[in-house]
């Protein structure tokens, strides 16, 4: 096809191309994705043009085929479809918006209404806050758009009250006729815009839509995928967009909102809400065993890996494949039984969960094991919650996941299809990555945060729903009250056991970091964490158990799975932290051991096992004062010249980036399988390395 029977340019006004999205025969192909652009973004595209500076062209297919388009804008059309948008969807959604004041639909599904603030004085736009009501700013550039001249004896008529004066003066009065005369003009700019003709086939165009997009990086390969969806598989799209437009609403929901017929099942959960692209990430997992989504687009394509050539026949298969994984991930009875895993891992909300790639990757390898192993659905549930609760606390999939679902994919590639082949894998990979070190070493040394929302942390409150722990200082169960049906107005809240003003008076603890650390937080009644208030441990501890009345069998249990070590009212803050995250690792190896084995029953308190006393950590060096705030830290291999420094937060400060810990310090100091205790001296009159301090200990 030569190039003057491909396409040719045109000049539309924005004028032109508003009216033509107002009516319906500007329209968008299926191809194109929701509207994403920031408010901040329309208002820098309306100061562009304002200004008279170039702001790209546009493209459009000439096609009156509106089977495979959708309008812009929520209100009904006029006129049939003319024009499908190719390129430059966000500009002309923008545009649209602001000119006509229509509500546009976000990539969440919601209606949103964008407002645009204009300054005739400073001749600045901005999206509106309090700053911009005051009577200097036209509100709605909408209005300017309307009628100039309305709008303007508006404005200068506000402002003149707002001055409280009769009239502006004359050169004021001018200054803002002109710009916003100037502003009303923006509907004259001109678009230069890119028509291809009528006899360009679909094939053809989805390919130009990914190559603009495809400069600069516009694009991921999900939505490369969705676009070449549209083209060979247009119902399938459509499927993915629908399952997860509808995890947003009840099936109550999306009946008040007009669906026909009568919606009855929704994927809704407490979990998460999806977007097409969570969905296809399984679909490609489950049927194309594919955790790369660019290695999963050029197989759809159909490109030879050898040749690098398109082969129809390997894009049929490969199509055949997601087919079949969609038909599996997007069955509601796959889905609900799923769901029953997350909240067996001990996942009460969306809060809880923290990597949604892992809970992602679970459905897929859920859908294998019992689609293609044909595990009972009542053991599946159980191993598979096993593997989730590894997933999430190890941060499995918080580095390069694509790269590390790809190994996991490929574990259960050769297996025979028998039940106890996929369980044998799966619990392959828990027991390598939850290995008695990962318990006693790893998993203390990651609760050495503040992060509330952290894996290690929200595995301890999962842990506590598994056993079933009540709120500390209460009859109450933790899981009851995170249970995501429950809307109460105060429920349980995080409460400080070394209260922050103790902390800050008393002891001398400054930083909030140190103040807010994870292993200082017990959940508690939020009336109880009022009468609390800000009194040291030792005196508010035993008036509440008195006050409580509550027996020292029950405090035992509850002193166990809030992981307080004995004597704990009277420790050392440093001292007290480092043997409360040793414990609260323990307990959630407690609810792990549980969650693989469910009649196992915990032995609290005296029988249950205790960690051996371990080495104190870096911090706890710090705050004993074994290692003084400020000391400098030299290599002791003398491989570099590098100081670090001691800070007061109980970290190495090097280069002024701040580490946890020895071995992280080391290994940005380019020191890869160190041990970073050897590795570093304290320079004190005498250097002396840091395993050595710690091997002194410190006082309790």
Avoid at 465 to 470: F, V
């Amino acid at each position: 096809m030569f190039m003057a029977e491909t396409f040719g340019h045109h000049p539309w006004t924005v004028q032109d191309l508003v009216g033509g999205v107002a009516s319906g025969t500007v329209r968008l192909p299926d191809i194109q994705r929701p509207f994403v652009w920031a408010n901040a973004k329309v208002r820098d595209l309306v100061d562009s043009m304002y200004k008279g500076f170039p702001v790209g062209e546009l493209m459009f297919w000439e096609n009156t085929d509106e089977s495979h388009s959708r309008t812009i804008g929520s209100e009904p059309k006029t006129q049939h479809g003319s024009m499908q948008v190719i390129d430059g969807q966000q500009r002309l959604t923008s545009l649209y918006a602001v000119v006509k004041g229509a509500p546009v639909l976000r990539d969440d599904y919601l209606p949103d209404r964008i407002t645009i603030a204009f300054n005739p004085l400073t001749q600045r736009f901005e999206v509106p806050t309090a700053a911009t009501r005051s009577a200097e700013w036209v509100q709605d550039i909408r209005d300017v758009f309307d009628s100039p001249i309305k709008a303007r004896k508006a404005f200068l008529k506000r402002l003149a009250k707002a001055r409280e004066v009769d009239g502006l003066e004359p050169e004021d009065e001018e200054q803002i006729e002109t710009a916003i005369t100037r502003l009303g003009e923006v509907l004259n700019y001109e678009f230069q815009v890119v028509q291809l003709k009528p006899a360009v086939t679909r094939e053809t165009v989805a390919d130009v839509f990914v190559r603009i997009n495809s400069e600069g990086v516009k694009l991921s390969s999900t939505d490369f995928i969705l676009t070449w969806l549209s083209v060979f598989w247009e119902e399938g799209r459509t499927q993915m967009e629908d399952f997860a437009r509808a995890s947003r609403f009840t099936p109550e929901e999306m009946n008040r909102m007009g669906q026909d017929p009568t919606v009855r099942w929704t994927p809704k959960n407490a979990y998460l809400t999806l977007d097409p692209g969570n969905v296809l990430r399984v679909v490609v997992a489950v049927g194309n065993k594919r955790a790369q989504l660019q290695d999963a687009y050029n197989a759809l394509r159909g490109r030879d890996p050898r040749t690098r050539q398109i082969v129809k026949s390997l894009r049929e298969a490969e199509l055949s494949r997601l087919k079949d994984g969609q038909a599996r991930a997007l069955d509601p009875k796959h889905w609900d039984e799923f769901l029953k895993v997350i909240e067996r891992a001990g996942i009460r909300t969306s809060t809880m969960v923290t990597s949604k790639n892992a809970l992602l990757f679970c459905y897929a390898y859920w859908l294998i094991g019992r689609t293609e192993f044909h595990v009972p659905v009542d053991d599946l549930r159980e191993v598979m919650a096993r593997w989730y609760f590894m997933a999430q606390i190890t941060g499995r999939y918080s580095g390069s996941a694509e790269t590390r679902g790809q190994e996991d994919l490929n574990r259960f590639s050769g297996l025979s299809p028998r039940p106890e082949e996929f369980v044998k894998a799966i619990n392959g990979q828990i027991e390598t990555a939850l290995t008695d070190d990962w318990w006693r070493v790893t998993l203390p040394e990651d609760l050495h945060t503040s992060s509330m929302t952290g894996p290690a942390y929200t595995g301890y409150i999962a842990a506590l729903n598994i056993l079933d722990a009540d709120v500390l200082l209460s009859t109450l169960k933790v899981k009851d009250w995170i249970d995501p049906n429950r809307r109460p107005v105060k429920g349980i809240e995080k409460h400080h056991l070394f209260p922050k003003d103790h902390l800050r008076t008393a002891l001398g603890v400054t930083t909030t970091r140190q103040i807010n650390q994870v292993a200082n937080q017990a959940l508690v009644e939020w009336s109880d964490n009022i009468d609390i208030s800000n009194t040291a441990p030792a005196t508010y501890w035993p008036a509440q158990v008195e006050d409580k009345q509550i027996g020292s069998d029950r405090l035992a249990e509850q002193a166990w799975w809030h992981a307080l070590p004995e004597g704990w009212v009277g420790m050392g803050y440093s001292v007290f932290l480092e043997r409360r995250r040793r414990l609260i690792a323990d307990v959630t190896r407690e609810g792990f051991r549980k969650l693989a084995d469910p009649n196992y029953r915990p032995s609290p308190p005296a029988d249950a096992p205790r960690t051996e006393p371990a080495m104190p950590t870096f911090d706890a060096l710090v705050r004993s004062g074994v290692l003084p705030i400020g000391t400098l830290l030299t290599p002791a291999d003398a491989e570099t010249d590098s100081i670090a420094e001691v800070t007061e937060d109980g970290t190495i400060r090097l280069d002024d980036t701040e580490h946890r810990t020895p071995d992280l310090a080391a290994k940005a100091d380019g020191a890869e399988d160190v041990d970073g205790w050897t590795y570093w001296e304290a320079q004190f009159d005498e250097p002396i390395a840091l395993a050595e301090l710690r091997a002194a200990g410190y006082p309790d």
